[in-house]
């Protein structure tokens, strides 16, 4: 198999079609602003799909966690629990507010927040005297956390629940979309994930008093003056009318995307399923539907291969390949941040590979993918 042309990026961008037509049109309109009509139907076109009665179109997915943050209240030397197994934006927010993240580790069948190290830090936080402002579980590569015993820890301590749905747009839990479970939620379009508008992200809410202040927030804590008067910090957080043109386009192939990334997940179980020493991310069971955004694996000693091997082997074709998030309670930046760990995450990360996982794989670029990734296996 001839090697393709171009480099196969780990989840490039993948235009729908529609997308130049609304940003066309934002143009003719001259509603080139951070504000506009696309801003208004993009928010209501989310609202629709996820099952959420409010959503603020913002900058960036970072930007909607430290609104979140900040519309419940969190301070300096307040502290907050979020999943340790994530991408830094998870945390860097409560950083942001002076506040100080509490790490806490995964379970090993969804990856995800482990709900009984969550109590446990929960127990130890209010042993300390401190009770924790908010709990930011993640859903990791789209598979849904387990929601019901997080909300339900959540709801017996009167703790408010942030959902980083970043990389799970579409994924569903229990027959309920990712993103309309938590008090608040949160999405990202950055380039990388299941749809984009190049860099932005959104706000979620059931409640219309969050999201009337995160929209406030969001423009520069401009109150109701004809004059600029202000009461609050304010930041400049929102969505442009042009980059929400592109969101728009990509909501009318959202759940081709998803059956794309599904079917990508499908393609790699099908040649490396009953391989000895691999082992997927899985839907634990029929409760858990994953967008698969990216598709995860764990390599084992029994492969005789070590996963940085493959992932330089791949390299060296071309192909993009990433071990999986380094959890937080490891960086650098976070070690003296108090973490509740049980190894599930360091073992992962040290053992784990996200596969190409671009919506837009071409059959000949599969197949090239799964000839190098056979040949790296089968020649140890
Ligand atoms: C991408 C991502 C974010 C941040 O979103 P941006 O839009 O890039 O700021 C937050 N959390 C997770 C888990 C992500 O993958």
Redesign the pocket.
Known sequence: MSRPTNRIWLSPPHMGGGEAAYVKEAFETNWVAPMGPHVDRFEEELAAFVGVKHVAALS???AA?HLALIILGVERGDEVLASSF??S??VNPIVYQGATPVLVDSEPGTWNMCPDLLEEAIRGRLGKGKKPRAIIP?HLYGMPARMDRIMEIAGEHGIPVIE?A??ALGSSYRGRMLGSLGDMA?L???GN?IITTS???ALLSGSGKHIREARFLATQARDEAPHYQHSHIGFNYRMSNVLAGIGRGQMEVIGERIRQRRANNAFYREFLQGVQGIAFQDEPDGDFFSNYWLTAITVDPALGVNPEVIREALERERIDCRPLWKPMHLQPVFTGCPAYVNGVSENLFNRGLCLPSGSGLTPREKAFIRDTLSRVIMNK
């Open positions: 960036s997915g970072t966690i994530t991408f934006a998870t993640v980083d970043a990389e949160v990202s379009f950055n994930k860099g932005g992200g």
